[in-house]
Structures are given as C-alpha cells and as structure tokens.
C-alpha cells in the first residue's frame, strides 16, 4: 500500500503562503486520487481539497475556494496545495490521504503536517 508523507508546514503570518507537499513512496501515486484534509484543536477532520486521477479533476472546500490550488506531479510522486491569502482559521494539522476517487474513503494517511497562520 502507498505509504504518503507530508510536509511543508510552518508558521506564517496571515496573508501569507505555504506549499504542502504530499510525497508517496512508490511510482503509483497516478493510481490514487489525493485528497487533502485538516483538523484544527477541539474539531473534527474536514475535506479541503482533492485531485482525481486520470483527468485531474479538482474539488475545494468553499472556504478555501480562490485562495488554494492543489495539483499534482506524477513524475515526482507528489501532490501540492498551494495556499495563499493564508488565515488565522486556516490553522490545523493538514493530511494527504489516498482514495479510488475524490469522495471515497480513504485508503492511507500520511502522519500530518502543521499549519499555523499568526501575527
């Protein structure tokens, strides 16, 4: 099973960016649509972005709709989102998991990296 690991966290001050990684460790990452998702202190975890594969078709929380961009690099086993405008609210742990199709369970996490957007 495709093992996912994220990074590019950090912190940064509100209208801000960060480009997320989320590497798979095996050629088959082409094979998965890739989904982001995030957990802040005290909620539960909320879908935020998600690339298909095949035709890479793209779905994006409201909230975060013209601020994020998620793509995908096969050649390199990874999958970006890219946020700009960055938020206080927009601070939570982010995940990458793998699923058959955006909107299906996930198949495998990565272990999450942190985003804090502060002054």
């Known amino acids: 099973q495709v093992q996912l690991v994220e990074s590019g966290g950090g912190l940064v001050q509100p209208g801000g960016s960060l480009r997320l990684s989320c590497a798979a460790s095996?050629?088959?990452?082409?094979?998965?649509?890739i989904g982001w998702f995030r957990q802040a202190p005290g909620e539960g975890r909320e879908g935020v972005s998600c690339i298909n594969r095949g035709d890479d078709s793209t779905y994006y929380l409201n909230s975060v709709k013209g601020r994020f961009t998620i793509s995908r690099d096969n050649a390199k086993n990874t999958v970006y989102l890219q946020m700009n405008n960055l938020k206080p609210e927009d601070t939570a742990v982010y995940y990458c998991?793998?699923?058959?199709?955006?909107?299906?369970?996930?198949?495998?996490w990565g272990q999450g990296t942190q985003v804090t957007v502060s002054s």
């Open positions: 095996e050629s088959t990452l082409d094979h998965y649509a």
């Open positions: 998991a793998a699923a058959i199709v955006c909107g299906h369970p996930s198949l495998q």
